[in-house]
């Protein structure tokens, strides 16, 4: 497979904004003049259920669909989610995971358990590891609904689109009202040490 | 007409050998894969040195283009998707090739897959795939009912009543889940009916409820309903109708009064669909009034006649706000029975030692207070002020 493409995977669960952040990362991608393919999971993706979007750029690029073992970076907006997909990771490759915590139906029909050490389980499956409370963040930028932003601006330390592209997305897909909370919130991320 | 249809046939195979989507890509030439479709966009990742025929309009096959590319490589491999349609064809014009021996008919294609195929061909074998390392113990996280959906009201009812469920593709398949799992049966668009009226037919002892959507009822259940009514069925059938086409993405359907291109247009009565296809008991119920669905549930289950029930309440996702004033339970009253639970509700946690209600999550359906056996569930007080 050709080394010149950057793959990224999101996770989370649906509702939380993954399609807008698998938007962004698209279109930041598109702007630096890269070859872009996407492929996410629609219809569930509102209703409470694991949800996966994938992005590949590059010169070229065929496939849409990331090959496990291959993501520079694998972003989680909801942190168990980051276990879950963990194999998408390349050996090299960056989990950035949110400390939010959302409790499956499962878990309160009283059928499963929730894990209790996720901290530890994040870092004994990640070398490479951002933990970060992108919740509490984009409630400071002003709207918990940012997170999936917050998390954008971490995971852009670990590729190499410049910072004008990244606007250039948020603001062409995230409009209106919408470009400035989540630019804040992009930066919030992205200053997060 | 046969000749003519024929002749078309010829000519437009003649013309797929010249038409620009199918393409010759040369480049090495000890192999040449022969591909279409999504198939080519992973042959390209994992063969990039290969030579290339990539077919755009398949049918009818173009036999000079596909001989002339054969001709020219060495070994020739077929890539495709499901059926090995392609492959079985290339071989009937005499061209030596190998397809399905590595490339597997089941399931879909994707780099990893085509990989191992690869590394079949070439004698090698890869190392297995690992699975994430604490994947067994993770929650599993279906997808669920969204909080507030009207079609819980239906699917909690029917949990009450023993009975077959049939059902098919939209948001209330996931009426499937734990821990309502009240549907039997999905199968194709419109199958929730036609299933129903089967199951009866065939001589099964339980009363039998269809279940469809209604968009997929304007879209294929009419018939379905109308057999039921010629035929003399007993099936109950309730139309969720939540005013949309929710699991696709909230499109407009022929109930909406509104186009695809949003003009005003007709909107179709499913009520007045089933009087005419001959059902005599129609109903309409308000799926959050819970007492009332379960008694309407109730008497059309008992009618000897076939029964249409329409669930009428809007998708309070697409409406974009929340069905009523938000509930909270009372810690002191909640005897802990996890009746609530029940309702497979996203807004109810049930992690803790007593239930919660999520207030930002809670949709105030009020579905779990009228279930409430203690009446440990009510609007919160600054709501009610």
Same mark, same amino acid.
């Given at each position: ?38 492929? /996410?999971? $629609?219809?569930? %993706? ?76 994040? /870092? ?9 409370? %992108? %919740? ?6 002003? &709207? ?13 330390? $670990? ?30 991320? =992205?200053?997060?040490? | ?6 002749? =078309? ?77 392609? /492959? ?62 009207? $079609? ?66 304007? $879209? ?77 549930? &109730? ?58 209600? &999520? ?27």
């Amino acid at each position: 497979m050709s080394e010149q493409i950057t793959s990224i995977v999101l996770a989370g669960v649906g509702g939380q904004g993954i399609l807008l952040a698998s938007e962004i990362s698209a279109r930041a991608a598109m702007f630096a003049g890269f070859d872009v393919e996407t492929n /996410e999971v $629609h219809g569930m %993706a509102q209703r409470g259920g694991s949800v996966l979007a994938q992005i590949r750029y590059g010169k070229k690029v065929y496939s849409p669909i990331v090959a496990k073992g291959t993501a520079r970076v694998l972003v989680a907006l909801e942190q168990i989610e980051a276990l879950r997909f963990a194999d998408y990771l390349a050996d090299d490759g960056v989990a950035v995971a949110s400390s939010q915590a959302i409790i499956p139906v499962t878990v309160s029909s009283g059928a499963a358990k929730y894990p209790q050490n996720v901290k530890q389980m994040l /870092e004994d499956v990640f070398k490479k590891l951002v933990f970060i409370d %992108a %919740a509490k963040i984009a409630i400071d930028c002003g &709207n918990i609904r940012a997170a999936n932003t917050v998390l954008l601006g971490a995971m852009s330390n $670990h590729l190499d689109l410049p910072m004008d592209c990244w606007y250039k997305a948020i603001q062409t897909a995230a409009k209106g009202k919408y470009t400035e909370l989540n630019k804040k919130a992009f930066d919030a991320g =992205r200053n997060y040490r | 007409m046969r000749k003519n249809v024929e002749q =078309r046939l010829y000519d437009l195979a003649e013309d797929a050998c010249k038409n620009k989507t199918n393409k010759i890509e040369w480049a090495d030439k000890s192999l040449g894969i022969i591909t279409s479709s999504i198939a080519y966009q992973y042959v390209r990742e994992v063969w990039p040195e290969a030579s290339v025929l990539k077919l755009g309009f398949a049918y009818p096959f173009p036999d000079k283009l596909i001989k002339e590319f054969a001709t020219e490589v060495e070994k020739v491999l077929v890539v495709e998707e499901l059926d090995n349609f392609l /492959e079985e064809h290339i071989r009937s014009i005499g061209i030596k090739c190998v397809g399905r021996e590595f490339v597997p008919g089941i399931g879909e294609l994707s780099i990893p897959v085509l990989e191992k195929s690869r590394a079949a061909m070439e004698g090698r074998t890869l190392s297995a795939e690992k699975t994430p390392k604490y994947a067994n113990e993770l929650p599993a996280r279906p997808p669920v009912l969204c909080p507030g959906c009207p $079609h819980r009201g239906i699917f909690y009812a029917l949990s009450k009543q023993d009975v077959i469920v049939t059902g098919d593709i939209g948001c209330y398949s996931l009426g499937t889940f734990k821990p309502l799992n009240r549907l039997d049966i999905i199968l194709c668009m419109g199958g929730g009916i036609s299933m129903a009226h089967g199951l009866d037919k065939a001589g099964e002892k339980k009363k039998v409820v269809g279940i469809v959507g209604d968009s997929t009822f304007f $879209h294929s259940g009419i018939t379905g309903l109308l057999d039921i009514a010629y035929n003399k069925g007993k099936s109950t059938i309730i139309v969720v109708d939540n005013r949309t086409t929710a699991m696709t993405g909230h499109q407009e359907n022929p109930g909406t009064g509104l186009t695809l291109m949003g003009e005003e247009t007709i909107s179709a009565s499913i009520e007045e669909i089933g009087k005419a296809c001959g059902i005599k008991r129609v109903k309409t119920v308000f799926p959050y009034d819970m007492k009332n669905t379960q008694k309407v549930i &109730n008497e059309e289950l008992e009618a000897d006649e076939p029964s249409l029930i329409v669930s009428r309440a809007p998708c309070p996702l697409r409406e974009r706000k929340k069905v009523g004033a938000i509930r909270k339970i009372d810690k002191t009253i909640c005897k802990n029975c996890k009746m609530c639970l029940n309702l497979g509700c996203p807004a109810i946690d049930g992690a803790g030692e007593k239930p919660e209600i &999520n207030e930002l999550l809670c949709s105030g359906c009020g579905l779990c207070e009228q279930i409430c056996p203690f009446g440990a569930i009510s609007t919160t007080k600054e709501e009610q002020l």
